[in-house]
Every structure is written in structure tokens, then in C-alpha cells.
């Protein structure tokens, strides 16, 4: 099976730009996760997508937003960018039941690198 | 919400001596908690993960116990080899059928394993 992709790897983009970056999840897996990795805050958790329904939303602002499509494949867009906004931004598949109450191991992206000049 | 404490956040031992990297979570109703290795430039990759039914578990040279009263959850890795070294990543994660399916990450631990 193919690995979960992430397109661009990298972008470079200026204050107050927006961007959209893609995530195709493993074949079979419905659950898409959205995670900002920066050296000083970690892994932080953006949202969790599941059969087109934003199903999980963390703590960052309304900037921030993403959707699925049916084949599972996800985005996310930053509108309004800003410095801080430089991240590595990576993507996790898992299978995910709809009703399942036991929780399945995800699977990253390379991630996509996004410098905000 | 969650919230993951992971310790130490730098680890640096011998090659051949044993690491072991501690992580408390605040969320009793967690009940999924795996652990990463992210090498430098590669994405996080899962090396072992323990459900709250289960108490150690143990893969090769690596091992993770939880503690669920105390809510504390560590990764043991023996016989370090050099290619050990990277950062390792504890997570926390309530079950998805609760509506509530994310996970909260410890802030890592750099390890170095020196030959």
C-alpha cells in the first residue's frame, strides 16, 4: 500500500497570503488528522477529518480550516498568513470505525514545510 | 481538554546502556496512548503503542508500561544503539466513538545514544 502523500513538500509564502495544502491518506483509511509541528510548541493538533465531517477541532483560530472529499483525500487553508504560522504542517491516516469505540494507529505524511516571509 | 507532560525533553546515554522516557496525561477517559520516533528531516513514525486494557507491552528492545490510576505512561528502550537517536514523541488519545477521536502530544524528547 502506498504511504500517506502530502503536497507541496515545501512553499514559501508572505505575511497576509493564503495557502492550501493537500493530504491523500492511505487507500481504505477515513480518518485525516492535521498537525502543526513547530521547535518550540511541539505537535499540535489542528482538526480530524472522518467521512467528510469535521469530527475533532484543536485550539487554533478560525484562520485555520480544512475539508474531505469523498475519496478521503484532505485540505487544509490558512488565509490571513502570518509569521508565526511557519511550521512543518503534517497529515495522519487511520482507519477509524464510524462507531468504533477502540482508537487506530496513524500514519504521517512527510508533512509540508511552510516558510511565511 | 488533554494535556501531556512528557520528561525528560533532552536524554543523552551510552550505546548499550537502557532510556526510558515518562509521560502523565490529565484525561482519565484516554485510552490509546502511542509513542513516535521522528528522526531529523523524516516524519514521526510509530514504534509502540499500549490501550488503556493493558498494562506493559513489550516489542524486541522496546517496552511501554501504563500506570492508569496515576495516569503515567513510560517507554523503555534497552541496549541503546546509536541508531537510536532521535526525538520521541508520547501521545494521549480518547476514544473516537466518544466524538472526541484526537491526539495531544507530549513536547518530545531528544535522545542521543553515543557509541
Known amino acids: 500500500k502506498a504511504g500517506v502523500t502530502q503536497t507541496p513538500r515545501y512553499l514559501i509564502k508572505t505575511r497576509g497570503q493564503q495557502v492550501t495544502l493537500s493530504c491523500s491518506p492511505i487507500?481504505?483509511?477515513?480518518?485525516v488528522s492535521w498537525y502543526q509541528q513547530t521547535p518550540g510548541q511541539g505537535l499540535q493538533f489542528l482538526f480530524e477529518?472522518?467521512?467528510?465531517?469535521?469530527?475533532n477541532k484543536g485550539n487554533f483560530p478560525g484562520r485555520f480550516s480544512g475539508r474531505q472529499f469523498s475519496n478521503s483525500r484532505s485540505e487544509m487553508n490558512v488565509s490571513t498568513l502570518e509569521l508565526g504560522d511557519s511550521a512543518l504542517y503534517l497529515c495522519?491516516?487511520?482507519?477509524?470505525?464510524?462507531?468504533?469505540?477502540?482508537?487506530?494507529?496513524?500514519?504521517f505524511g512527510p508533512g509540508t514545510r511552510l516558510t511565511v516571509l | 481538554g488533554e494535556n501531556v507532560e512528557q520528561h525528560p525533553s533532552t536524554l543523552s546515554v551510552q550505546e548499550g546502556d537502557s532510556a526510558v522516557i515518562k509521560c502523565t496525561y490529565s484525561?482519565?477517559?484516554?485510552?490509546?496512548f502511542p509513542w513516535y520516533k521522528q528522526e531529523l528531516g523524516k516524519r514521526p513514525q510509530l514504534i509502540i503503542d499500549?490501550?488503556?486494557?493493558?498494562g506493559e507491552k513489550k516489542d524486541q528492545r522496546i517496552a511501554v508500561t501504563l500506570n492508569k490510576t496515576a495516569k503515567h505512561f513510560s517507554l523503555h528502550i534497552t541496549e541503546t544503539q546509536p541508531e537510536d537517536s532521535a526525538v520521541y514523541f508520547c501521545?494521549?488519545?480518547?476514544?473516537?466513538?466518544?466524538?472526541?477521536?484526537?491526539?495531544?502530544f507530549g513536547d518530545g524528547t531528544t535522545l542521543t545514544v553515543k557509541p
Open positions: 499500549i490501550r488503556s486494557n493493558v
Open positions: 495522519a491516516s487511520s482507519f477509524s470505525l464510524l462507531s468504533g469505540r477502540e482508537y487506530n494507529e496513524q500514519f
Open positions: 501521545a494521549a488519545s480518547l476514544p473516537p466513538g466518544t466524538n472526541a477521536g484526537k491526539s495531544t
Open positions: 487507500s481504505g483509511h477515513r480518518s
Open positions: 477529518y472522518f467521512s467528510e465531517t469535521q469530527r
Open positions: 484525561d482519565s477517559a484516554s485510552n490509546y
